[in-house]
Nanobody
């Protein structure tokens, strides 16, 4: 599965951005897709994920109520709507896809498919 992110950029605190992740290749074998992020000097951390069927979602506590993950299977595209952004949300955001597990993984090592990342910068 090949993944390409878009939609990152610079936004002021309190603003919104929508990230997109276009998937291609063996998408029919995908169980879940999600987002990780990595700030400078920090480890990659789980943000949110959704099953490709769209039936289940999972969010990190620090984004609950602010971010919404969704997917459009007809377009093979996943989205992350980010509202009420904070400076601490500044990071490179990576799209991931899982084709192995039958649950939503939350650690980086469980995902074999990664996009190239898109920078999100939130100014104070």
């Amino acid at each position: 599965v090949q993944l390409v992110e878009s939609g990152g950029g610079l936004v002021q605190a309190g603003g919104s951005l929508r990230l997109s992740c276009a998937a291609s290749g063996r998408t029919f074998s995908t169980y879940a897709m999600g987002w990780f992020r990595q700030a400078p000097g920090e480890e990659r951390e789980f943000v949110a994920a959704i099953t490709w069927s769209g039936g289940s979602t999972l969010y990190a506590d620090f984004v609950k109520g602010r971010f919404t993950i969704s997917s459009d299977n007809a377009k093979n595209t996943m989205y992350l709507q980010m509202n009420s952004l904070k400076p601490e949300d500044t990071a490179v955001y990576y799209c991931v896809a899982d084709v192995i597990h039958k649950y939503i993984p939350t650690t980086p090592g469980e995902y074999a498919n990664w996009g190239q990342g898109t920078q999100v910068t939130v100014s104070s």
